[in-house]
């Protein structure tokens, strides 16, 4: 099983934390969870001396060649200065990564980079909410979404600002290597695997939903009983609302439903047992709280894109440093 190579573009002028968190999720040997575990490469993308906002020097042997045959690119945020006139190099070096298959992500104001290469026409597209409406005006022919921390069309994901970088950096960890290795590694980074909502939350005063101030309570209540068949009403109570009230104040603090969050999280609980379990698909669909294996296997692959099985073959197949595919003859 080959190393995985994250390029990662560095212009002058970087914020400290969107270096850093790259920096941390893909540059630290976790080999000990898989094995091998990825290759960072800071990459320059624009003539030395480079420096953070912070006055830190920046000192690496990649440029943008070695950007280029990156399995994955990750444009870092960048300076104003950069936002307004992108290095036609880096333009050029992240246009052709991209036409030969490589994965390209933008952290934060990296998303201008990715507009300027032309990845997002015709897509929706996130970056921080304050460069929301100069990048909306910029470049009309995007569809800026301002509310998710990231975006994710597969071959190209941008990212929302600072702490974002976070999500969207353990989200592709997810995507690599499932749920368990992603969850261990905010574990030891100690943040939450995943985030709720969306940056609206930071962007206005959150309602407060709660004789507690905060969802969060009632939020745990239910992930510790998934396999339970929750209803609004039932989370209502918990949470000391009216049915209605609940429903509203959910909404407008995590930006969905609560049946749409119930489905995540038993979505997401079903791809660890997947992943760590022998348990049957019969057994997680009611450990999960899907109603039956039926509703399970619908759910799971309306929102992964593949079948429990399927996922299952694969994320064991990778946990065991074997490669990507199953064998020949490996049953589905």
Same mark, same amino acid.
């Given at each position: ?14 914020? %400290?934390?969107?270096? @850093? /968190?790259?920096?941390? =999720? ?6 000990? *969870? !898989? +094995? ?36 994955? %690119?990750?444009?870092? @945020? /960048?300076?104003?200065? =950069? ?6 190099? *880096? !333009? +050029? ?240």
């Amino acid at each position: 099983m080959s190393r995985h190579v994250v390029g990662l573009a560095v212009t002058d002028g970087t914020p %400290v934390l969107e270096l @850093a /968190v790259p920096c941390e =999720v893909f540059g630290t040997d976790r080999s000990d *969870l !898989v +094995d091998p575990w990825y290759e960072l490469r800071l990459c320059a993308a624009e003539p030395r001396p480079l420096r953070t906002t912070a006055g830190l020097s920046i000192d690496t042997p990649w440029g943008l060649d070695d950007l280029v045959e990156a399995d994955t %690119v990750v444009v870092g @945020a /960048v300076a104003r200065a =950069v936002q307004l006139a992108p290095p036609p190099e *880096l !333009v +050029d070096a992240v246009r052709a990564a991209h036409g030969l298959g490589r994965r390209i992500m933008s952290i934060c104001s990296g998303a201008y980079v990715l507009a300027a290469a032309g990845l997002l026409d015709g897509r929706r597209a996130t970056t921080h909410w304050m460069n929301g409406p100069d990048f909306a005006h910029r470049f009309p022919e995007i569809d800026y979404d301002p509310v998710p921390l990231y975006i994710d069309h597969g071959d190209v994901i941008t990212s929302a600002g600072t702490g974002s970088a976070i999500d969207t950096c353990l989200h592709l960890v997810r995507k690599d290597h499932g749920a368990a290795v992603a969850n261990e590694v905010a574990r030891r980074m100690v943040v939450p695997p995943h985030r709720e909502g969306g940056q609206a939350q930071f962007t206005r005063p959150v309602p407060q939903p709660s004789r507690n101030g905060s969802l969060a309570p009632v939020l745990e209540w239910a992930r510790d009983h998934l396999h339970e068949p929750l209803t609004v009403p039932r989370l209502a109570q918990v949470a000391h609302l009216s049915e209605r009230t609940f429903a509203r104040r959910f909404r407008d603090t995590l930006g969905i439903t609560p049946l749409q969050w119930l489905l995540q999280q038993r979505v997401r609980l079903a791809q660890e047992l997947l992943e760590t379990t022998d348990e049957s698909i019969e057994d997680i669909a009611r450990l999960a709280g899907f109603a039956t294996a039926a509703t399970f296997r619908y759910h799971f692959g309306r929102v992964t894109s593949v079948p429990p099985q399927t996922y299952r073959h694969v994320f064991r197949y990778r946990a065991n440093g074997r490669g990507d595919r199953p064998e020949q003859g490996d049953a589905e």
